[in-house]
């Protein structure tokens, strides 16, 4: 074959060349400069120190002693299309590289097509398994620079709706990391506990995933008659299944060994590596965005930041079970605490008129009209919104210019960040703790790549 | 707070705005580390490559490329945004990564999607694209690299 | 030698129709998951939507153990080869079910980092719509494409289609062997 294009059994090398990343890849150590080679192997700087620490590296290591392999990005405890490459000495790791960039969407680029109106449709999309969250901290920013009032029912409606969301993130978390562990049974409890909240959200919001719910000003839809009773009955079986999961999981001897223990984090570490949400509550650190700089009404309902000591899987686990019995508090608080009144802002620059208005009047036509075609304006100026993902601080950075559209659209995905720590927490470990190491991260890949 | 020299202003929703220049933008974030500021939330760069006029305090000059460093406080329960100017054509800033391991990451996306150069990063590569990717995708001068969508063999009128 | 001089009963028929009857009801899927979309793939074979009503439940971790690939999400430029590599390495027959719009068009993202449309990599057998696909939807392109398997050509070798994604087409073509598939920078 003499095209070199063409790909043959002879030209096993352009298989190869074809995934190759080049650069992006873990190199051979001699190929390595130290202070990558100290990144790799999960050497952390101490934020009171400013050289390595010596003894958590091992450079005297020779290449011909280890093995590098590669791990995905199609793999099936990878939660998505992430890819590792490791150096291995035996059965224990040595060095780790997460390669990432398999699902980069351009949601940045594109967020700054859509008008801030549309802008929703596109931030749902990146961290799939908590919707509701996305669009409230994009929204969050938007009312920032539009400096517009949200109603009351439409603060509670969003906390009610976040919650709910951060619970079925838990359980699909909870799932995967029982496949990922063998427990099978988990992931079709899992999986059939979410189903619940999503026929919820399917009758308030008309989607199962991906809600738009959330909008600039409010919320899209009403709540639908008798949502307490469904809620109550979610909170109520969810509730009681969880201690379903303490049988299942948290006693069993083949979990608890691989999980206790194993891939523990200090405090200091996580906050250098700029940790958030879970992994950084494991490690003792009291820092939930919902309680710390409340948002929304977070300051006047009940419920536990939820808190680790060791910062190992087992107590990142334990966070996340424990997360899902606080938010069923919160639910049930929204239940009883829930207002009335408008669940949109009036404010008629970000509201549409209401669709019976449409059709005897000329000027709500041509506004309703105005306002989904081309979009509100919105202030020049610069503003960042956090919020409590269940993967930790989600953040927004818009750049508006007075236009109706962003002129940059940046979003802080807390996988992004987290999945640095993967170095540090596989170090030393054994090949079969890379999984469990990966399930407790929790990086959803669509975050992460964006 | 912030060192003298460093320009300060209020931003929206009564987050602290520093706009040092590129020569103090790596002392002004140490000495933010060393006043509690534990974490480095997120960096991230913008080009206003189409937006020059837009509002800066007085004593700072616009260029092309901007980054903005958003600090966190946990002990304060404060945040501080950090924006420095990083140059025209060949954007350069300090890289935080002996203060902050975190941002790393964060960096490296910086640099693959915009194209900013972070002087002493330790592997500034690109993160996202692919490794012969051509030209930073978020710069303004990059199309959004739409393909035409045709409707080819669309029915009739029913 | 006549029929009723056999013992026991049986049935005649065409040895293909035993072949698609068979391939049919035991359509096993690699898990292929990218984004959104393979959660809601999750979901179809977690209890409230029991997959397994069609033989269909065991989801391959190994290509060459899956003759379905569902492209479950957006494939981006840099998935692209990888995603080629595996729909390489599946055994023949194979099929292909693109799951959603941005994994068939592109959807949402019309943008420089998105493939628009998987078709451009892989034959497509089936294309499921929806942002994501719910369960029912995907279950009813699962039983779409088990409609064509049982009444299709069954010595069909995919790999034959030449690909149509190459600017110039090779002179010689071999079936197994694909050509290089990175989209590559739009200009």
Known sequence: MSDPTIRTAERIDLLAAETSEGAQELQFRRDTASGQLGREVGAVLRVDGRALDPHSVDFDRRDDETMIINMGPSHPSTHGVLRLMLELDGEFVLRTKPIIG???????KTGEELSYVQGATNVTRMDYLSPVINELCYSMAVEKLLDIEVPDRAVWIRMLMSELNRISSHLVWMATNGMDLGASSMMIYGLREREMILAFFEKTAGLRMNLNYVRPGGVAADLPDGWQDDALVICDTILARTYEYDDLLTGQPIFRNRMVGVAPMTAEEALALSVTGPLLRSTGVPWDLRRSMPYLAYDEVEFDVIVGTYGDNFDRYAIRLNEIRESIRIVRQCIDMMPGGDYRSQDPKVTPPPRARIGESMEALIHHFKLFTEGFHVPAGEVYSAVESPRGELGCYIVADGGPKPYRLHVRGPSFVN???????????????????????????????? | MAPPGVVVSEGLAADLCCF?????????????????????????????????????PEG???????????LLSLSKKLRVRVRVQAGDDRPEVASLFTLYPGTEAMEREAFD?????????????????????????LRKDYGVGKVPVQFKEAPGPR | MALEDLQHNFLTGRIEDLARWARRASVWPASFGLACCAIEMMATGGADFDLSRFGMEVFRNSPRQADLMIVAGRVSQKMAPVLRQVYDQMMEPKWVISMGVCASTGGLFNNYAIVQGVDQIVPVDVYAPGCPPSPETLMHAILTLHEQIRTGEIMKRRATDEPTHLDQTPESWTPEVPVAVRVGTPK
């Open chain 2, 113 to 137: 999607l915009l194209g900013v150069l972070f002087t002493d990063h330790p592997d500034l590569t690109r993160i996202l694209m692919p490794e012969d990717w051509e030209g930073h995708p």
């Open chain 1, 102 to 108: 398999y699902l980069h969407t351009g949601m940045e």
């Open chain 2, 60 to 70: 700072v000059v616009a260029t092309r490329f901007e980054v903005v460093t958003n």
């Open chain 1, 419 to 450: 999945l640095q720590a993967v170095s540090l927490l596989m170090r030393g470990g054994s090949m079969s703790d890379t999984i469990t190491v990966i399930s407790t991260i929790d990086p959803i890949m669509g975050e992460v790549d964006r």
């Open chain 2, 20 to 56: 040092p220049s590129r020569e103090q933008y790596f002392a002004l974030i140490e000495s933010f580390r060393d006043d509690a500021f534990e974490m480095c939330v997120d960096v991230c760069a913008v080009d206003y490559l189409d937006y020059p006029d837009r509002w800066l």
